[in-house]
């Protein structure tokens, strides 16, 4: 059989791509309130409008709704109100979701199913006109109040931008590739969504209210203080880590430098004096039958003692001073 020409194959793969684009542009466009749409309901998570966000999907009834799918794969994707709840009902949603295609689906050996959805605008849940096996509910845009542009805006938005790279670079867990990509972003409203599906640390609850928040410069000042707040705590926690981590060297330091001293006493035959001397004092301090504080603070400088060289400028000292705590009743 003859294979297809070069340009025959570049023909075909440019009809492909073009009718994909028409897809998604037809799905755009189409007004989601036209129709009842398929609701997938999900734990713990907030898809934001511009984000591919993969979505693992167990539940019997979300793994029919993404199985009926035909040839539209337009989606309404809702965060729950309680994460534990098994079986959502409308009341158990938010009612401001995300209108979103699904791109693919990969079918996991436990039966459930990964699926790639990108978010395309915000939406509100109007009316539910199906509940089984899956939900499906009347919705309608959301347009977004976008302030002129001033000064004030865009230092907000530059605020935004500098504190979450300052994050970024502080963070052992997120990728530097996040910074260049919120610097590209130039629409303050479509940042926002951008920082707030990229924390890790905003809650679902922050998330959602960002979402809901359709005043851009509100969503702004929002995320902005989030922003001021992971950064504080970042810092301490790094600080705290970096001193915990100074403790553990010095201790380590210590315990090799007396290591050290060991070697050297021993050496010099300077380690079986130190040894009888110690054991000498202990057997003093045992049958001395001191008092309890006093017997204490012997016990002390004779440990004290024990880590000393009988060399050192002290040694004699602090031998006197045990000896004299010995003889006290």
């Known amino acids: 059989m003859a294979q297809p020409s070069r340009a025959e194959r570049n023909t075909k793969e440019v009809k492909e791509v073009k009718e994909a684009k028409e897809v998604k542009e037809n799905t755009r466009n189409s007004e989601p309130e036209d129709r009842a749409l398929p609701i997938l309901p999900v734990r713990d998570t907030v898809l934001f409008p511009h984000a591919v966000l993969p979505l693992t999907v167990g539940r019997e009834s979300s793994v029919q709704l993404i199985n009926s799918l035909g040839e539209d794969k337009t989606i309404v994707v809702v965060a729950q109100r309680e994460a534990r709840v098994d079986s959502p009902q409308p009341t158990d949603l938010y009612t401001v979701g995300t209108l979103a295609v699904v791109h693919k689906v990969v079918k996991m050996p436990n039966q459930s199913l990964f699926v790639f959805a990108e978010g395309l605008e915000r939406v509100r849940l109007v009316e539910f006109a199906q509940l089984a096996p899956f939900m499906r509910a009347r919705v309608d845009s959301v347009p977004e109040a976008i302030p002129p542009k001033s000064s004030e805006v865009e230092a907000l938005q ?30 303050p409203g479509r940042l926002v969504d951008f920082i707030a599906s990229s924390l890790p640390s905003l809650s679902t609850a922050d998330k959602q209210d960002a979402l809901e928040t359709t005043d851009v410069r509100v969503r702004l000042e929002k995320i902005n203080q989030h922003l001021a707040k992971e950064l504080e705590v970042q810092q301490l926690r790094n600080k705290i880590q970096s001193e915990v981590q100074d403790r553990v060297q010095q201790t380590q330091r210590e315990y090799y430098l007396r290591e050290q001293m060991k070697a050297i006493q021993k050496e010099l035959g300077e380690q079986d004096e130190g040894a009888r001397d110690t054991e000498e004092l202990r057997q003093k301090i045992e049958s001395a039958g001191m008092p309890d504080d006093v017997k204490k603070e012997a016990l002390k400088e004779l440990g004290r003692l024990s880590r000393m060289s009988p060399m050192a400028a002290d040694y004699s000292v602090t031998r006197n001073y045990i000896e004299r705590l010995a003889v006290l009743r």
């Open 158 to 187: 530059r605020n935004v931008l500098t504190l979450f790279q300052q994050i970024v670079a502080g963070s052992p867990t997120l990728s530097d590739e996040l910074s260049t990509v919120a610097m590209n972003i130039e629409e």
